[in-house]
Structures are given as structure tokens and as C-alpha cells.
């Protein structure tokens, strides 16, 4: 293939990530590649048969387009699906293979006494929890693909991804997503087992299945599933005896096209204490990390989670609460039911300023960044009432003002189109599109514009945090 096509090929996907939805343009097109341009077709590859059909029934026109404006002709696009790579060197040794029981393996007389009933028989198996679904997940742009991964690997299992690996800090929803997908494969029924656990239990299993030859029964128990999902992988990291049967175990469900969904608090290259063959197959299908939600999305993880547990809590609490806490969603919740007690103990009678005092302060001190505020700064700079940018007028300097508001609202923080057009006087989404294109195509154009759209964000910036 020459490297005309490749750069073509390149130029399109530039295109189409500028003007989609960022988990759609990942979801949909991100992993496709270019194979050949023959005559009048592109032929491009699809890692599998779901994504195929996902970018044919949403992109394919769109592609096309970009085909004949970038090379002037007209070209039929052809999706293929490709296989995963086989790993050469697949072991074929027993896959039970007997792990080092080391000090630091958390195989007390406690843990076993837990896991075995009376009987003697295991009751390992962890209750999904029914309160992680998807309807109780806040999505937000820093969650934005891992989400929808979830849910696309939900409606059409060891189709959509395989496997899928999310990432990311502690508390942020990692557990809360797995619980998310078993839950919605366990309602939907027909699918066959649906097993979660942790790697610590899988790995106290193992050892005790081995302790009480039960070998067999253990390796049947998670390769018979029709889908795994394994929670904080980074614990089996100096565990070689447990990742050789999570290589076998992994091989068997992928092999018989079972769903694979793994978390950990890294991506895989970074479990550098994982065998190599492990991180590649974590590497086959989708990546997708979950980053610390801003202070809207905060707010309203914290307004889902008082309703669901039906208390009435002012939103000057919940947002003061937003602010105060930064990082961790489930120290949100923390601060939530804390500000709730206290409040209770005071006969609901709690001012903001005592709220304060036991909250933790993990706030830098500098507001964050939001619509609103670029909506003020804008409106100051040209002149025009700040109410006149979510408005209908057309006037010029009124319209220009805001579109340029949006167009930073979108470089400055972290709303989609369709929710800045919300914001902007409930504007549909591809009006705002618009806008945002508008801006950037003078400011690639007009080297003063530029200038002039820069000291805004410096004026902005030096006030806020993003
Ligand atoms: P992790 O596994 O990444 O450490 P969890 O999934 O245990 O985090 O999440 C911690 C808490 O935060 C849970 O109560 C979970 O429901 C909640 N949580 C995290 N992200 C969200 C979100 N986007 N929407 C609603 N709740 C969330
Ligand atoms: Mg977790």
C-alpha cells in the first residue's frame, strides 16, 4: 500500500475525529485502518464484525464524503473484519500451574473459613451489587468511553470489544461499571453465567482449589462462563502462578467468543510486573481510562446519590460539597452522608459555614472554569449584555460574540456539542458545531483574530482552573 493512501486515510480520520462526538469517533471509527485503494474502492479493516456494522450504518456516507473532497473522486468504501493476532509460542503446558505460595499471598484461616459454607462446599461467587447499574452511572466526558464501551459491550457481548480493560484512579467507577455490565447481562438472561470478581479472590481461590484438590472444579467454574469480568487486575501483578491461569482462562472464553472485562489502576504497559503475553491480550480490544469528573459532573453524581437514598439535600450543599471535594467520587459520597448526619444531628439546622468545617478541602483554592464564566468574559470583552448570548438576536456583534463564547466553551472545558447547545439558550447541537468551526476556521485565517481570541483565554485562564 502506498503512502498516499495511508496519509488519505489519515487526513479522513483527522476529519471525522475533529467533527464527532469523542467516544463515538473512538467507538466507531478510532480502530479502523486502511488496507488498499484499488480503482474505485477503499478497502478498510474493522476489528470486528460489531464495529463494522456500527461505522456502516453512522459513518459510511460521511466517509465518503470526505473521500471525494480530499481526492477530488468518488469512492465505494468497503469494511472487512480482521481476526485478532495469535500469539505465536502458545504455551501448551498444564495450565494449572502450581503458583509459589508466598507470605505475601492473603491466604489466612479467616478468608477460607468465609468462603466455605458448612458443607464444605464454596460459596465464592460475588453478589453483584443490584444498586451499580447503569441507570445509577453518571456519564460525563471524563468517563465519556468508558462508558459507552460498557454499555456497548452490554448489548452485544464478546462483539463490540474484546476484551474491554478500563483504568483509572481509585473511586472513580470502575467496580461501580462492571457491576453495571453484569447486572444488565443477568437481567437480560438468556446469555448463560455472568461471573465478577476481584483478583485477590481469584487468586485466594486458586490457592485453596489447589490445597483441597479441586483443581478441576475451579478451572471449570470461570471457563465455563459466557462472561468474566475482573476487577483491579494490578493484584495480580508478582503473582505468576495466578496470571498463568488467568493466560488459560483468558484464552479458553476468548477462544469460544465469551465476554472479557477487566479494570486496574493502570493502563496495561504500566503493570510492568505482569507477563508480557497477559498485557498484550489486555491490549487486544478496548482501552478506555476514566479521568476525575468536573465540578458539574460532581454535582450531579451527588444529586443521583441522595436521591437514591431519598434525602433532601439543598443544591448550595451539594455544590459546596462539589467543590470541596475534587478527586475521588466515593469520597463525595462520603462527604454527602457526613453532611447529612451532621445535619441530622443539628435538627437539620446547618449553615454552609458549618458545613465546611468537616468537610475535607481538596479544592486548589481557584474557582473552576464554566460556561457561565465565558459567557460573562465574552459578553464584557465586545460589549454586549452577557443575557444576549444565550438569546435569538442576530446582530451582528451579538452573534459574533456568540459564537466566539462557544467556541471557547468547548476548548475550555469539558461539555459535548449537544450540551453546550443546551446551555447556549438550548441551541441544537450542530448550530453550535457551527459556531465552533466558524471561530476556528478565522482564527487559522486571521492572524489578529487569533491574537485576539488568545488573550482571552490568557484573561480567562489566569483566573480559573479548567
Ligand atoms: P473504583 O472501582 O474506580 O475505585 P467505584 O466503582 O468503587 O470506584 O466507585 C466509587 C463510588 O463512586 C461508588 O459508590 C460508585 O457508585 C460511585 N461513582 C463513581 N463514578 C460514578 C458516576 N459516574 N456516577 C455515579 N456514581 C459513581
Ligand atoms: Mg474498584
Sequence with gaps: MNDRTISLWQKIKKNLKEELPEASFETWVGNLEVDALQGSKMQLSAPSGFIK????????????????????????????????????????????YPPPVSSTDPTNGEEKQNNCSADGTRENQIALNKQYTFDTFVNSKSNQLASAASRAISEAPAE?????????????????????????????????????????????????????????????????????????????????????????????????????????????????????????????????????????????????????????????????????ITTNV??????????????????????????????????????ELTVSKIKKKVANNYGVKPETIDGKSRKKEIARARHIAIYLARELTDNSFPSLGNKFGGRDHSTVMHSHKKVKNMIAETPLFSEEIEEIKRGLKSNFTQ
Design 53 to 96: 456494522r456500527g461505522f456502516e450504518e453512522r459513518y459510511l456516507e460521511l466517509t465518503k464524503e470526505q473521500i471525494k473532497n480530499l481526492s477530488g473522486k468518488s469512492r465505494e468504501v468497503v469494511v472487512k473484519v480482521d481476526s485478532p493476532p495469535v500469539e505465536e509460542n502458545q504455551d501448551q503446558r498444564d495450565p494449572f
Design 330 to 367: 466515593r469520597a463525595l459520597e462520603g462527604g454527602l452522608i457526613k453532611a447529612v448526619a451532621q445535619a441530622n444531628l443539628a435538627n437539620g439546622k446547618l449553615t454552609l459555614d458549618e458545613i465546611k468545617n468537616f468537610l475535607p478541602d481538596e479544592s486548589t483554592g481557584e474557582e
Design 160 to 324: 463490540a470489544y474484546n476484551p474491554l480493560f478500563i483504568y483509572s484512579k481509585v473511586g472513580l467507577g470502575k467496580t461501580h461499571l462492571l457491576h453495571a455490565i453484569g447486572n444488565y447481562l443477568y437481567n437480560r438472561g438468556s446469555l448463560g453465567k455472568v461471573v465478577y470478581t476481584t483478583s485477590e479472590r481469584f487468586a485466594i481461590e486458586m490457592i485453596q482449589a489447589i490445597r483441597q484438590n479441586r483443581t478441576e472444579e475451579f478451572r471449570q467454574r470461570y471457563r465455563s462462563v459466557s462472561a468474566f469480568l475482573l476487577d483491579d487486575v494490578q493484584f495480580m501483578e508478582n503473582k505468576e502462578g495466578t496470571q498463568e491461569e488467568l493466560f488459560h482462562t483468558f484464552n479458553e472464553l476468548y477462544g469460544n467468543k465469551k465476554q472479557i472485562a477487566l479494570t486496574s489502576d493502570r493502563p496495561p504497559q504500566e503493570l510492568s510486573d505482569l507477563q508480557n503475553r497477559l498485557v498484550s491480550r489486555f491490549r487486544w480490544g478496548l482501552v478506555a481510562d476514566i479521568q476525575p469528573p468536573n465540578f458539574e459532573t460532581r454535582v450531579a453524581i451527588l444529586r443521583k446519590k441522595a436521591l437514591q437514598k431519598d434525602l433532601k439535600v439543598d443544591d448550595q450543599v451539594l455544590e459546596l460539597i462539589a467543590s470541596r
